[in-house]
Nanobody
Framework: VQLQASGGGSVQAGGSLRLSCEAFGRPISKYGMAWFRQAPGAEREFVAAISWSDINTYYADAMKGRFTISRDNARNTVYLQTNSLKPEDTATYYC????????????????????WGQGTQVTVSS
């Protein structure tokens, strides 16, 4: 399984970016997906997750109301729409996929996920 993230870039505070993550080697339709981020010198941080059925979405408190996770199973792609970006959102953003089907247990823990993309850099200037 390979996850290819894209869409990062440099924006000013208040701006928006749409991150994409396309999966190769496995259809995502039966698996939970998530985004995490990591800033230099910081631990990996949960951002958002989405269930296989697209019914349930989960967000870290700091992202609620600003970020939206979605998926297009036909395109085997997960998205993260980021709005009202702040300098503290600067980080490398990683998409990830569960190893087991039909579960979102411990969705905010990075070690609940088996497959990781290479990351896409988001830089927000003030």
């Amino acid at each position: 399984v390979q996850l290819q993230a894209s869409g990062g870039g440099s924006v000013q505070a208040g701006g928006s970016l749409r991150l994409s993550c396309e999966a190769f080697g496995r259809p995502i339709s039966k698996y939970g997906m998530a985004w995490f981020r990591q800033a230099p010198g910081a631990e990996r941080e949960f951002v958002a997750a989405i269930s296989w059925s697209d019914i349930n979405t989960y967000y870290a408190d700091a992202m609620k109301g600003r970020f939206t996770i979605s998926r297009d199973n036909a395109r085997n792609t997960v998205y993260l729409q980021t709005n009202s970006l702040k300098p503290e959102d600067t980080a490398t953003y990683y998409c990830t996929m569960r190893g087991a089907m039909y579960t979102m247990a411990s969705y905010s823990l990075w070690n609940s996920y088996s497959y990781w993309g290479q990351g896409t850099q988001v830089t927000v200037s003030s």
